[in-house]
């Protein structure tokens, strides 16, 4: 079967840095996706991995390794508005996106 | 960037009674629309993917009469909930997709917080 898995929540404090991580299991890959999603607000787009390595884009970085079916969010200079949740998702080979259950992400002053 | 919009944002209805939810992309046209559920602590569950002018795919599990999906155009999706009873509360969220990115990125709605007595 098909699998995200991610934290379900961590703590972080204001100013600090954070790594949110997650792992899959698909059938192909098309690409990882990170999304952030507030309290009953739709996601919004992060960042797109198809390629391993870094991407940095501002305080978020992302990060992919095929071979090791991983990948992480890392957020820095974390800021209060940063307190949301972080979905992870993987689009397998039909170019379906599979979401892992997001990591709730809290920060503290 | 592109914009997709929902109407309505929010839903009280009574059990038994039908509800229509409109996605609507606003500067771009969308090939492809796909409709989410969400319940409180969890993660999104694609619920169908439609295609303008043809038939939707349902996901395992989801009743396509009961839940009515229509892309009759380039810019426009609705999801019906036929008959809604408790058990249909949620978050409903739509994304659309032009296709024209080489990853197929999924634009979302606001999405629509139904509840149902």
């Not at chain 1, 690409?31 to 309290?39: D, E, N, R, V």
């Amino acid at each position: 079967g098909q699998n995200i898995d991610q934290p379900t929540e961590m703590t972080a404090t204001e100013g600090a840095i954070v790594q949110i991580n997650c792992t899959y299991q698909t059938s192909g890959f098309n690409g990882l996706f990170w999304y952030q999603q507030h309290a009953g607000e739709a996601p919004t787009f992060l960042s797109y991995n198809v390629l391993d390595g870094l991407e940095e884009k501002g305080r978020f970085s992302s990060f992919l390794s095929r071979s090791k079916g991983y990948s992480y969010l890392l957020l820095k200079e974390l800021q209060m508005k940063d307190s949301a949740s972080y979905l992870c998702a993987v689009m397998d080979s039909n170019y379906q996106l599979i979401w892992g259950a997001g990591t709730k992400l809290i920060i503290k002053p | 960037g592109a914009v997709v919009s929902q109407h309505p944002s929010w839903v009280i209805c009574k059990s038994g009674t039908s509800v229509k939810i409109e996605c609507r992309s606003l500067d771009f046209q969308a090939t492809t629309m796909f409709w989410y559920r969400q319940f409180p602590k969890q993660s999104l569950m694609l619920m169908a993917t439609s295609n303008e002018g043809s038939k939707a795919t349902y996901e395992q599990g989801v009743e396509k009469d009961k839940f009515l999906i229509n892309h009759a155009s380039l810019t426009l999706s609705t999801l019906t909930v036929t008959s809604a009873h408790p058990e249909d509360s949620s978050f409903y969220i739509c994304s659309a997709s032009s296709g024209t990115t080489s990853y197929n990125e999924q634009f979302f709605g606001p999405g629509t917080r139904l509840t149902v007595l």
